[in-house]
DNA sequence: CTGAAAGCGCTTACAG
DNA sequence: CTGAAAGCGCTTACAG
């Protein structure tokens, strides 16, 4: 109960041995007598000893805790991504700790203060909004961090993205190949540089295609400003008959408004294509064609990339770009000859 | 860059006053001579001074650290809760660690291992599977301990949980009075007692009204264990007219397979409850009738639960039910004069 | 109101 | 291989 927490101090006396030779089973730094050592393992179980992290972290400096910064997670995906974070860096002997940001300042002054109280050793910055000026205060404190899913034009910052331009291209050429010509684009934020190459994607396609947008509209990567989109888009004289959503989750309002409002088929009438390859993207429901983020490799790399600035601090920043496979469902039409991809889940994020 | 983290010690130098004094102004513990005060603060504030909450803890035997475990965050319920958890806390002067708990025996252990080591102060345990033999280990380490959303036979952990009988006696009575007679009921899992006491209300309710369940099988919150039994009751003799749901992820896929595998109609052939009200929920893509979990409220009760233990570790564990609403959309058919809840987004989940 | 002192539980040179 | 000693950066009685 209330019972005080055994220490290495209480265990060297129910082992007969100084409390530096405790430290020392539990470290490995340096030999210890395996018979002693035995002895002290046995005590230490049996009085429930835990070596106190605390106290490890105030000697070494180094408290192995990793610090990962979030928007939100309503989306899924982002849940996902931290609970693979986590394990990854849980592997490597680090507990995550989270704090949310929102989009004011004293907001991110204050996480960047508690960052540096909790003494994190290393900070994911994982899709914030304004993780321009968040961005610059971490780096302004020395501790290693890394990106993840999150451009950032600051170059001395490591970051793990997706290669957006490339899928934008690759979706949009799948449209074109497949005979569309009216193509629009709702596409993320200016702010986020997901969205903006994503963009930059589409417009090379098209530019290529010598073919003009019939819109290319931000959309906050918010659902409800993409359904609004869509339907100015098809109230409007010349509708499109090919969408390219910059994320799924707009895309699922997309063809929400498509199908139950305005009575489309899809892709007979519209192909819309996505972008993450979301857990519900296969679900028959919507059953969209997207490009896939691989995220298993993103936090791969992402958990590299830290560790590796972590054991050293004057590494030069690194920029890693996963590129995702486009993932060919039922939401848009086929260029002849093109199959379909494999059925199955999305193996990537869900089981 | 590099450079050490500042300390109280030059801050102390800096400013011409003792370390401890410092110490002083930044808890507020005794009375500090204003003057001297605002001129720590003032030095303090140039250097970038932030005290450093490890070695607080080492001194106070306090981390201002919880701990949340959690199974897995692809359903979006546990994101928000964790968000909002993590923010709950953070108000009081608490960060967040998560950990995630598969359901071995040794992730168990390795878990209590690392909330020990990190030495939390108190723990929120949320909807995890191996609860049972991770709660014990929990109590068993003396530390404060709330079960979030999970319902647990132990008398002797603190929990909060929607009042999961009451809400599955409701949706259950709302079918009745539409007019069904022929209700089944895909339920959750028997280790877990939300869908136990959902499943309990659901009988009660159909043996108050003498009716008999066309089924009542369990199918573990799992969408396609979900969509298989779906597949079933309507490949059999006698089809139910009505589906109470024990979560609306698995309401989801059933009313995928409802209607895209099996062409009915919801709710003209076949009405359909749901449980959570999660974000998705108001789509019209499911407009799916629920049972709202009022997650902001057993936010709020668990933080402060788990705040009444922290400070008073001999309080006696406590349970709170908190009850939600039903919400009334498309996918269920209305008894007379009854009508649709006010439109509008999931006001407690969803902005 | 404030400084010198002790201590939180570890780790790590330093002698032996 | 191992013990006595110092120290990580704080907080908190203890004198003054």
């Not at 939100?72 to 996902?80: I, P, V």
């Not at 993409?226 to 799924?248: C, I, Q």
């Not at 590129?323 to 469902?329: A, D, F, M, W, Y």
Request: proline share 4%.
């Amino acid at each position: 109960m209330g019972s005080a927490r055994v220490t290495s101090r209480d265990v060297a006396k129910a082992a007969g041995v100084s409390q530096p030779t405790v430290s020392r089973v539990f470290n490995s730094s340096t030999a210890v007598d395996p018979e002693k050592a035995a002895r002290v393992r046995a005590v230490a179980r049996e009085l429930g000893y835990i070596p106190n992290l605390v106290a490890r972290s105030l000697h070494s400096g180094n408290s192995f805790r990793i610090g990962i910064v979030l928007a939100y997670l309503k989306n899924g995906f982002f849940g996902e991504a931290l609970q693979r974070l986590s394990k990854a860096l849980n592997g490597q002997g680090y507990s995550v700790t989270v704090y949310f940001a929102g989009n004011r300042t004293e907001e991110v002054d204050a996480i960047v203060d508690d960052l540096l109280a909790d003494q994190v050793d290393g900070i994911i910055l994982a899709s914030i909004s304004m993780a321009n000026e968040l961005v610059s205060r971490v780096r302004k404190s020395g501790i290693p961090c890394v990106l993840f899913n999150r451009g950032q034009c600051d170059p001395a910052t490591s970051m793990v993205t997706a290669s957006n331009f490339e899928g934008g291209r690759r979706a949009t050429e799948f449209l074109i190949k497949a005979g569309h010509r009216r193509i629009a684009h709702l596409a993320g934020w200016r702010e986020a540089l997901n969205g903006v190459d994503r963009k930059r994607g589409f417009l090379a396609a098209m530019e290529e295609a010598s073919l003009e947008p019939v819109a290319c509209t931000d959309c906050h990567f918010r659902r409800n400003v993409a359904m609004s989109e869509t339907r100015l888009l098809f109230a409007g004289a010349t509708p499109p008959d090919a969408l390219f959503v910059a994320n799924d989750h707009m895309a699922f309002g997309v063809l929400e408004v498509l199908r139950e409002e305005l009575g489309l088929r899809v892709p007979d009438d519209v192909s819309v294509i996505g972008y993450d390859d979301a857990p519900m993207a296969n679900w028959k429901t919507f059953d969209l064609t997207t490009v896939r983020q691989p995220l298993q490799r993103m936090i791969e790399a992402t958990a590299r990339l830290l560790m590796n600035e972590i054991q050293d601090n004057e590494r030069p920043p690194e920029k890693i770009e996963i590129s995702g496979e486009l993932i060919v469902r039922g939401s848009a039409r086929l260029p002849k000859g093109q199959r379909r991809s494999a059925q199955g889940p999305s193996a990537d994020i869900q089981d």
